[in-house]
């Protein structure tokens, strides 16, 4: 099973930040928060992942809560090409598995 | 492009038919790995390969499901005898290795008549 929690659904204005909350509350001290999206009819994209300190790349920002049971992904300025399913997975850093598990993920719907 | 390829892009079979699924990785990427969307679902892990050396298999619903990766580049996914319930979209994706983000392709959408 996933161990995050992600609203289904979402919206979200032309032009203007989306905040996608996750809840992973059991994390373990080694495990990654990634975060990927799918547009319909294409394979998931990578956009970021961070362990502990917020990150930032040219697609997205990644906020993560100190105690580390939660995050959120900031599209800062949102277009309609950002229309996706938004998974947010976590992942050991080391051992054997190298697999994600998805979830349902947060449908975001950006609108003009 | 550069980014993982996968082939066909749709694929119709009839039940009992066997099916083969390819993926090219991204060039110089050691780690392969197949996912199974169903509709409305979020992608499930399948198996697992590092170079030529398929490591994890433990996704895989059946017997039927069958996957190599002979050069350590190439892989294909084989299902034999194929159900209803594997249509669905195959997913590849690659990685420089296991703890790298992963690079998917569109996958392919199989349906099984």
């Known amino acids: 099973d996933a161990k995050t929690t992600q609203p289904p659904s979402m919206d979200c204005a032309e032009g203007r930040a989306a905040n996608l909350p996750c809840n992973h509350s059991t994390i373990s001290g080694n495990e990654y928060v990634y975060w990927y999206r799918q547009i319909h009819s294409q394979g998931p994209q990578y956009i970021i992942h961070?362990?502990?300190n917020n990150e930032t790349n040219e697609m997205a920002s990644l906020i993560i809560t100190e105690d580390r049971k939660s995050s959120t992904l900031i599209l800062p300025h949102a277009t309609l090409r950002d229309t996706a399913v938004y998974y947010c997975?976590?992942?050991?850093?080391?051992?054997?598995?190298?697999?994600?598990?998805f979830g349902k993920g947060t449908k975001l719907s950006v609108k003009p | 492009g550069a980014g993982v390829s996968q082939s066909p892009r749709y694929k119709v079979a009839k039940r009992g038919q066997d099916v083969a699924l390819r993926c090219d990785p991204i060039s110089g990427h050691v780690s392969l790995f197949w996912y199974q969307q169903a509709l409305g679902q979020g992608p499930e892990f399948l198996t697992y390969f590092q170079n030529e050396a398929q490591l994890d298999k433990s996704g895989l619903p059946s017997d039927r499901f069958f996957a190599e990766r002979p050069e350590g580049s190439v892989s294909t996914l084989k299902i034999q005898r194929t159900q209803q319930e594997d249509s669905a979209v195959y997913l590849c994706?690659?990685?420089?290795?296991?703890?790298?983000?992963?690079?998917f392709g569109d996958g392919t959408r199989l349906s099984i008549l």
């Open positions: 997975i976590v992942r050991a850093s080391g051992g054997s598995q190298g697999n994600l598990i």
């Open positions: 961070g362990l502990k």
């Open positions: 994706a690659s990685s420089l290795d296991r703890h790298q983000p992963q690079h």
